[in-house]
Every structure is written in C-alpha cells, then in structure tokens.
C-alpha cells in the first residue's frame, strides 16, 4: 500500500509533464516529522521523474523545529538541497516558536509567511502538493 501511495503522485505528476511543461512543483509539509521526510523524499523522487522543473518543500507550522541544524532530518535536507530542491521555511512560524533563523540547517531558507509563499507559486503557475 505504501509503494501505491508513493507511485500515485508521481504518475499524476508524469501525467501532467506530458500536457505541458511543468514551472514547478511546491510541496507542503506542516504535520511532524514522518510527513516532513515523506515530503522531501517525495520531492527528491519526483525531481527524478521531472529534473527540468523546480522543487520546493514549504514548511510551516510547529513542523519547522525540525529544520535546525543538529535535527534528525537536517541530513535529508541537506541531500535534498544538494539535489537542487529548495527547502523553505515560514518565517512567521519561526517567529511564533521562537525558532531563530540562525538556528536552521545551513541548506534552508527563510520566507516571510510560509502559506502565502505557496499561494504566490500557484499564482505564478506552479504545481503544489500536499503529501
């Protein structure tokens, strides 16, 4: 069942390259840690699948003490990033778990309101997923 949910989106995804070129794709994670690794994993499959367009995981919420330097998950983003998917941080939540920006992986950046950022890429023409 997990291999189906994984190969699900990256046949929609497929789908869609074939009706056109896609700007990018920006991925969602807000919800702990098991669904921030899914979303980066994700991401870093799905850049295989499409390595012409751009990835971005977007995240926001509680889920953004997980983007600390010393955090479980900072080698996954840092392999990610490697890869050339952006790893976004909202800078509201930040500020709202008083996480300074100082603190986060050397790989993620820093965008004023997370959910806006998301809304700015859909408007732009981007693809946006919520794994």
């Known amino acids: 069942m997990k291999k ?3 190969v699900l989106p990256l046949l929609l995804v497929t789908g869609l390259a074939r ?3 896609i700007t990018g794709i920006v991925v969602q994670a807000n919800d702990g840690r098991v669904q921030l690794e899914h979303a980066l994993k994700l991401a870093s499959n799905m850049h295989e699948v499409l ?3 751009k990835f971005e995981v977007v995240v926001f919420g509680p889920t ?3 983007l600390k330097a010393f955090s479980p998950v900072a080698p996954l983003i840092h392999r990610v990033a490697n890869e050339g998917i952006k790893v976004i941080a909202c800078g509201r939540s930040l500020k709202t778990d ?3 920006a100082s603190s ?3 790989d993620v950046e820093v965008v004023p309101f997370g959910a806006v950022h998301i809304m700015e890429r859909e408007h732009h023409g981007w693809e946006y997923f919520r794994p």
């Open 4 to 6: 189906l949910l994984l």
């Open 98 to 100: 008083k996480v300074p």
């Open 104 to 106: 986060l992986a050397f």
């Open 51 to 53: 390595p012409k367009a």
């Open 19 to 21: 009706a056109g070129d």
């Open 64 to 66: 953004v003490k997980l």
